[in-house]
Every structure is written in C-alpha cells, then in structure tokens.
C-alpha cells in the first residue's frame, strides 16, 4: 500500500496570505489528523477527521480549518499567515481515529511551510 | 487537561550502552501509547505501542513498560547502534468515556546521540 501522501513538501508564503495543504490517506484509513511541528512545541494535534466530519480540535486560532472529502483525503487551510505559523505540518492517518481501538496512525512526510 | 511530559530532552549514549526515556500522562482515561522515532528530516514512524491492559512489550531490542498506577511509560533500547539516534516521542491517547473526545497527545521529545 502507498504511505500517507501530503501535498506539496514544502511552500513559502508571506504573512497575510493564505495556503491549502494536501493529505491523502493510506488506503482503507478513514481518519486523518493533522499536527504542526516545530522545534520548541513539538508535536502539536489542530483537529482530525473522519467521515468527512471533523470530530476532534486541538488548541489553534480560528485560521487554521480544514476538511475531508468523500474519498478521505483532508486538506487543511490557514488564512491571514503569521510568521509565528512557519512550521513542519504534518498528517496521519488510521483505520478509525485518535488512537480509536488502538489502531495506530502513520504519518506522511508533512508539508514545511516558511512565512517571510 | 490532558498532557504527556517526556525526560529527557537530549540523551548520549555509546555504542552498545542502553537508552531509556520516560514518558508520564495526566489522566488515567489513557489507554493507548504509541512510540515514535524521528530522523532528520523524515516522518515520525511507528517504533511500537502498548495497550493498557498490558505491562510490558518486547520487539528486539526495543521494549516498552508501562505503569497504570503511577501513570509512566518508559522505551527502553538495548544494544543501541548510531542508526538509532533520531528524536523520539512518546504519546497517549485520551479518551473519554461517553464523549467523542478522542486524541493522541504528544510528549515533547527526546533526541538521543549514539556514539560510534
């Protein structure tokens, strides 16, 4: 089976912009999470997805949304970027979700994304 | 709320020598912990996972212990090799009972040197 694909690796954007970042799952996996990366925060959970509905939702700002589409692939929005928002982006996917019945999530190669 | 601490931050071992990282988690609704190895560069990876009903799981040289009372969970790594320098993460999943509240929450890290 292909790995967790995310679209494109890497985007450099200025502060007031907005940008669309891709993930498509591993086949059969119906959930999808996204989480921000950055060396002093670590692994940081935005939201995750299943069904196309988002069912959990970390910490972050009302910029950061996303969605999911019938086939399961998620894309994740931010709008009006802040340099504060550069970061490894990052998505995984599991059979059902956050751990749910302990299936664990496999990530794909994240999205870095630099705000000038 | 919930919340995964990780020690240490940074860990040098020499070739050979044994690793262990601690992990402890901030509610007993835990029952999913899932180890994950990062290299430079590339995607956190699966290392291996322990469900709560379990105290310990061996994988070759990587063994994982887990204490519901005291709410820690530790990796141990024998016979470290320098390809097993990476940053590593522990996480837990949260669930509560009756909720759709369902996530993995992630330790901050540690990055462990093994020395050739």
């Known amino acids: 089976k292909a790995g967790v694909t995310q679209t494109p690796r890497y985007l450099i954007k200025t502060r007031g912009q907005q940008v669309t970042l891709s993930c498509s799952p591993i086949?059969?996996?119906?959930?999808v999470s996204w989480y921000q990366q950055t060396p002093g925060q670590g692994l940081q959970f935005l939201f995750e997805?299943?069904?196309?509905?988002?069912?959990n939702k970390g910490n972050f700002p009302g910029r950061f949304s996303g969605r999911q589409f019938s086939n399961s692939r998620s894309e994740m929005n931010v709008s009006t970027l802040e340099l504060g928002d550069s970061a490894l982006y990052l998505c995984?996917?599991?059979?059902?979700?956050?751990?749910?019945?302990?299936?664990?999530?496999?990530f794909g190669d994240g999205t870095r994304l630099s705000i000038l | 709320g919930e919340n995964v601490e990780q020690h240490p931050s940074t860990l040098s071992v020499q070739e050979g020598d044994s690793a262990v990282i601690k992990c402890t988690y901030s509610?007993?609704?835990?029952?999913?912990f899932p180890w994950y190895k990062q290299e430079l560069g590339k995607r956190p990876q699966l290392i291996i996972d322990?469900?709560?009903?379990?105290g310990e799981k061996k994988d070759q040289r990587i063994a994982v212990t887990l204490n519901k009372t005291a709410k820690h969970f530790s990796l141990h790594i024998t016979e470290t090799q320098p390809e097993d320098s990476a940053v590593y993460f522990c996480?837990?999943?949260?669930?509560?009972?009756?909720?759709?509240?369902?996530?993995?929450?992630f330790g901050p890290g540690t990055s462990l040197s093994v020395i050739p």
């Open positions: 322990i469900r709560s009903n379990v």
């Open positions: 996480a837990a999943r949260f669930q509560y009972s009756g909720t759709s509240y369902d996530k993995v929450i």
């Open positions: 509610d007993s609704a835990s029952n999913y």
């Open positions: 997805y299943f069904s196309e509905t988002q069912r």
């Open positions: 086949s059969g996996h119906r959930s």
């Open positions: 995984a996917s599991s059979l059902e979700g956050g751990g749910r019945n302990n299936q664990p999530q496999h």
